[in-house]
Structures are given as C-alpha cells and as structure tokens.
C-alpha cells in the first residue's frame, strides 16, 4: 500500500529546502525534492520502524521546529492528497487509506501544477477543484484533451502510481535509481533510518 508524507514549510527559501531534505532523509531513504519547502517521502515499510505514521509526522515537525521553522505534514495514499493534506491543515493531517478522492474533491486545480494553457482551458469549462475534473465524463475528457485528460482525471481522484523522483543531493532519479540511492544514504537505509530514542 502506497503511503506518502508531504514534509510542507510555507514560505521557504533555498536554506529552508536544503535542512527539509536532511530532515527527511533522516526518516526515509526515498525522498523528492518537489518545490521550495515541499518535500515527500515514501512510508511504504517504514511504520513499525517509527511507531506509525502520526508519530513519524510528529518527529518531521520536531525536527523542523528544532530549527526555528513552522512545519505542516499531511500523508496520504498519493502524492496530492498528501500535498492538500498538508496545505489544508494544521501540524498534522493523514487521510485514512482509500480516502484520497474524497479528500481531494474540494481541493483547487492548482494543486496539480498545470500549465498556463491547461489551467486556461479548464477554467474556461468552468472546472475549479479536483472533484469536478474527476466527475467530468472520461471518454469526453480523452477526445477533448487527448492521454493528457484521463492523466489529469486520474491524479484528481489521487490515483498517482508514478515512484517518487529519487532525491539524491541535486541528482533526480527515477526508480532505475532507487537502489543506487539508498546505498548513497548509508547501505539500505538502516543506519540513517534508525529511529532515536523518544
């Protein structure tokens, strides 16, 4: 089962980014540098290593505030509805597993980056959240906007089966990399995965 954490810090810069990544890869070895003060990390194993996920996220926003930040994470089953759960709440906010559509239904388009044109296009059709790209009927949306449109729909209903993008100190890698990774971060992960004492 997929589990994804966004480690979220509103308003952050370059230094902000770099201490998040540490922090992150402190606590899993599979982790992507998405934007300024957003990272994920994959969960997936990792549960009983960190007493499960609300005291993992509890241990991400310590360990952000131990260095004088204000944090927010949300985990859930893709990275969007972890990214809104972490946008849309306080401290901590996990979406029950197979809970994502619902979750992400009030959530704006802009959650899902698209581009100018894209963004136009659907603002035009009068399409706002993610549940009214995810209602749309599918094979009109393919014939209007061709794989891009069941793409997009799918993501909305936080269906996202793409391996988070490797972060790896400014190398991006796909999951052909992810083992090279992990060695890169102490062995399997093990010795920078070792949870503290509480």
């Known amino acids: 089962m997929i589990r994804i954490a966004c480690l979220h810090v509103p308003d952050a810069d370059a230094t902000v980014q770099s201490a998040l990544l540490d922090i992150a890869l402190r606590h899993s070895p599979s982790v992507e540098d998405v934007a300024p003060g957003i990272v994920f990390l994959d969960l997936r194993g990792l549960g009983k290593l960190w007493g499960g996920e609300e005291e993992l996220a509890r241990r991400l926003l310590q360990a952000v505030a131990e260095r004088g930040w204000t944090a927010r994470v949300g985990i859930a089953g893709s990275r969007a509805g972890a990214r809104f759960a972490a946008r849309a709440g306080e401290g901590v906010t996990i979406v029950p597993p197979g809970r994502d559509a619902g979750r992400l239904g009030v959530a704006p388009l802009a959650l899902l980056d698209l581009g100018p044109e894209m963004a136009a296009r659907?603002?035009?059709w009068g399409i706002r959240?993610?549940?009214?790209?995810?209602?749309?009927p599918a094979r009109g949306l393919a014939q209007r906007l061709g794989d891009e449109g069941p793409r997009l729909q799918r993501l909305a209903g936080g269906e996202d089966p793409t391996p988070l993008r490797l972060w790896t100190g400014g190398v991006r890698l796909?999951?052909?990399?992810?083992?090279?990774?992990?060695?890169?971060?102490g062995g399997a992960g093990r010795s920078a995965l070792r949870a503290p004492p509480p």
């Open 174 to 185: 796909g999951n052909r990399g992810a083992r090279a990774a992990r060695r890169s971060h």
């Open 122 to 124: 659907l603002a035009r």
């Open 129 to 136: 959240t993610l549940g009214e790209l995810a209602d749309l």
